[in-house]
């Protein structure tokens, strides 16, 4: 599959660790998207990159959460003092440009116990 | 700030009927609008840009700026059409993040 691809698929953790996703986009796709879903509602626009430059971040984005793209390449997405209000689908997509198709990853989905 | 509204959490067709899924949104310039769907236990998809003006599976859906609606329409429902649709915006100009609708179950019986 040379998709989006997002590990882990699924995570359980207690309240106050850290956990951490990994995005994998799609060769050379420069712009890298994070989004989070909740039960009956949308994906939530949460941060994006061009390359290794985090270029917008929303409201959403406590600072709990921390995002990197190293290289460029893959990216991480980082909550620490994880509360029960985290649980929820975590996608990742990447596009060639601003203006292209966003290819989107299955997700990883957090429980917070 | 954008707002997109997909005000029908499930729409239940019989196979063969006419689909028409509404999509309205709030946005102050000229936005560009999507519909992504997701089959059970597949990944979101691009379905369709307002921009290609192309019909996708049967699908089609014309921008109304005028009533700021993007509506997905299908003449002949099939089984397989049923899935989760979203209705997104992505801002003009050099913004790329999508907003989405809160999505609309399709749901195609016999």
């Known amino acids: 599959d040379t998709g989006v691809s997002q590990d882990p698929r699924h995570k359980i953790t207690k309240r106050g660790q850290n956990v951490t996703f990994r995005c994998d986009p799609i060769?050379?796709?420069?712009?890298l998207y994070w989004y989070r879903q909740t039960l009956g509602q949308g994906p939530e626009f949460l941060t994006y990159?061009?390359?290794?430059?985090?270029?917008?971040k929303s409201r959403l984005l406590s600072d709990r959460f921390s995002a990197e793209r190293p290289k460029g390449s893959f990216s991480t997405l980082e909550i620490q003092r994880t509360e029960q209000g985290d649980s929820a689908m975590y996608l990742c997509?990447?596009?060639?440009?601003?203006?292209?198709?966003?290819?989107f990853g299955q997700g990883t989905r957090l429980t917070v116990v | 700030a954008q707002r997109v509204t997909q005000p029908e959490k499930l729409l239940s067709v019989f196979k063969g009927a006419p689909v028409e899924l509404k999509c309205n949104y709030s946005?102050?310039?000229?936005?560009?609008l999507f519909w992504y769907v997701q089959y059970s236990r597949q990944r979101l998809q691009l379905l369709l840009r307002?921009?290609s003006r192309e019909s996708i599976k049967g699908f089609t859906a014309d921008l109304n700026k005028g009533e700021t609606s993007f509506h997905l329409k299908k003449p002949f429902a099939q089984e397989e059409d049923s899935a989760m649709y979203y209705c997104?915006?992505?801002?003009?100009?050099?913004?790329?993040?999508?907003?989405f609708g809160t999505g609309t179950r399709l749901q195609v019986t016999l």
């Open positions: 997509a990447s596009s060639r440009n601003g203006v292209t198709e966003a290819f």
């Open positions: 060769s050379e796709h420069n712009r």
């Open positions: 990159f061009q390359n290794e430059a985090q270029l917008e």
């Open positions: 946005y102050s310039g000229s936005p560009e």
């Open positions: 307002h921009i």
């Open positions: 997104a915006l992505r801002e003009g100009g050099t913004a790329s993040k999508l907003t």
